[in-house]
């Protein structure tokens, strides 16, 4: 597993290098003043934060949150429609990604 973020003091800390390396976590960093290396995790977890976090709050238990955010990944990857991949939810257009990918298997009969 490999945990990337960028150049912030709280991921460049002693504290969090002893905890990941305790983990077996890689820890991986993006470079300085970079802004395009973290921008779509940042509009994914600011998305998270808007539809989910913040409209059911306050929240009573970590398990909670926990429960809650394994449920809007499912629903975001499978129900959830995106204008930007033809209105389909991406684990379907995943899936017709690959299968229109694949390479034709020639069969030989005698």
Request: proline share 4%; net charge negative.
């Amino acid at each position: 597993m490999i945990h990337h973020s960028d150049a912030g003091s709280q991921y460049t800390s002693f504290r969090l290098a002893t905890h990941l390396a305790a983990e077996q976590i890689a820890a991986s960093i993006g470079t300085v003043g970079d802004a395009l290396d973290n921008a779509l995790m940042e509009s994914t977890i600011g998305l998270y934060k808007t539809e989910l976090i913040k409209p059911q709050r306050p929240w009573k238990a970590l398990s909670d949150v926990e429960l809650a955010t394994a449920e809007y990944v499912d629903w975001y990857n499978h129900r959830q429609l995106h204008g930007e991949i033809g209105h389909v939810p991406p684990a379907e257009y995943e899936t017709t990604h690959y299968q229109s990918t694949q390479k034709q298997q020639v069969t030989a009969t005698i």
